[in-house]
T-cell receptor, first 114, second 114 residues
Framework: EPEVTQTPSHQVTQMGQEVILRCVPI?????FYWYRQILGQKVEFLVS????????KSEIFDDQFSVERPDGSNFTLKIRSTKLEDSAMYFC????????????FGDGTRLSIL | AQSVAQPEDQVNVAEGNPLTVKCTYS??????LFWYVQYPNRGLQFLLK??????LVKGSYGFEAEFNKSQTSFHLKKPSALVSDSALYFC????????????FGTGTRLTIIP
């Protein structure tokens, strides 16, 4: 069964540095998402992306964050000038765009800011 | 605004007994409801969904869920629990129009006792 893949599985970065998290969505999916899960807390929506532009973003997704689909397969989340509170598990998801179909999630990238 | 409540942080069930994991929701329009399961160091795995139609929906691994519109609930159930069902379970909701943002509950840790 097709899967969403994320790399790296664990990223350790110094505070203030930039980090790029990478995702390969399921190939025929049209909608892409990033969520995050701070340790011990619930999964929170960050941003959705469709037709090469952001379709919705949460209040968490400020100017520090950006997303890009640089080619036909990858979907990236860039975090500039990382802060300690950015430490979390970041999940990528994709969906076909048919309204009754679920979002499929990757295994996540654990981001640790030191 | 949409929200999900999972009132139990932890549910313990003896192997072979029926299990229930509770979820209530709030949305402006009609709900699309989902259950996901998370195993250690893995992403969110889709279990089942309610979009429309029969209030009792069946999903993967013998799980089912009952949609109750009057009580705004979508409880997850299984007639006979297995030790391998032990995991973290998340209920999620989105509205039936507009954005596809999923709003998650805080999760319920299910432990099946041999």
């Amino acid at each position: 069964e097709p899967e969403v893949t994320q790399t790296p599985s664990h990223q350790v970065t110094q505070m203030g540095q930039e980090v790029i998290l990478r995702c390969v969505p399921i190939s025929n999916h049209l909608y892409f998402y990033w969520y995050r899960q701070i340790l011990g807390q619930k999964v929170e929506f960050l941003v959705s992306f469709y037709n090469n532009e952001i379709s919705e973003k949460s209040e968490i997704f400020d100017d520090q964050f950006s997303v890009e689909r640089p080619d036909g397969s990858n979907f990236t989340l860039k975090i500039r000038s990382t802060k300690l509170e950015d430490s979390a598990m970041y999940f990528c998801a994709s969906s076909s765009g048919v309204s009754n179909q679920p979002q499929h999630f990757g295994d996540g990238t654990r981001l640790s800011i030191l | 605004a949409q929200s999900v409540a999972q009132p139990e942080d932890q549910v313990n069930v003896a192997e072979g007994n029926p299990l229930t994991v509770k979820c209530t929701y709030s949305v402006s329009g009609n709900p699309y409801l989902f259950w996901y399961v998370q195993y250690p160091n893995r992403g969110l795995q889709f279990l089942l969904k309610y979009i429309t139609g029969d209030n009792l929906v069946k999903g993967s691994y013998g799980f089912e869920a009952e949609f109750n519109k009057s009580q705004t609930s979508f409880h997850l159930k299984k007639p006979s629990a297995l030790v391998s069902d032990s995991a973290l379970y998340f209920c999620a909701v989105r509205e039936d129009f507009g954005n596809e943002k999923l709003t998650f509950g805080t999760g319920t840790r299910l432990t099946i006792i041999p």
